[in-house]
Nanobody
Framework: QVQLVESGGGLVQAGASLRLTCAAS????????MGWFRQAPGKEREFVGT????????YYVDSVKGRFTISRDNAKSAVYLQMNSLKPEDTAVYYC???????????????????WGQGTQVTVSS
C-alpha cells in the first residue's frame, strides 16, 4: 500500500512562490506516474499536472502552464510542485496522487489515480 504525505502549503500573497512536497512510502516509487490535483471551496477536484515514471515528462493544465513545475526525486521517493507567480485563483487544497506501477500518463481523470494524500492548503491573498 502506498502512502502519500503532502507538505509545504501556506498563506502567501499574490505573485509569491511556494514549493509543495509529496513524500511517498510503502511501494515502488520510481515506476509510478504521479499527479497533482487541487480542490477549491465549492468546486470539484481538478487536475493540475503530472509527471510520468518512464522519463519524467510532464504535462499541465493550461491555467498553470509556465507558472507551475513538477519534478521528482526517485532516490527520495518524492515529487514536488513548484508554484510561481501565484494568483488568488490558485487557492485550494492541493493533493498528491499516484498511479499503479507502470501505468501510463494519458488519463488524468481522478479515477486514473489509485493513491491519494491528505492534501495541503494553499491560500493566495490579493
Amino acid at each position: 500500500q502506498v502512502q502519500l504525505v503532502e507538505s509545504g502549503g501556506g498563506l502567501v500573497q499574490a505573485g509569491a512562490s511556494l514549493r509543495l512536497t509529496c513524500a511517498a512510502s510503502g511501494g515502488t516509487f520510481s515506476t509510478r506516474t504521479m499527479g497533482w490535483f487541487r480542490q477549491a471551496p465549492g468546486k470539484e477536484r481538478e487536475f493540475v499536472g503530472t509527471i510520468n515514471w518512464r522519463d519524467s515528462s510532464t504535462y499541465y493544465v493550461d491555467s498553470v502552464k509556465g507558472r507551475f513545475t513538477i519534478s521528482r526525486d526517485n532516490a527520495k521517493s518524492a515529487v514536488y510542485l513548484q508554484m510561481n507567480s501565484l494568483k488568488p485563483e490558485d487557492t485550494a487544497v492541493y493533493y498528491c496522487a499516484a498511479k499503479n506501477r507502470f501505468a501510463g500518463w494519458g488519463d488524468n481523470s481522478r479515477t486514473a489515480y489509485d493513491y491519494w494524500g491528505q492534501g495541503t492548503q494553499v491560500t493566495v491573498s490579493s
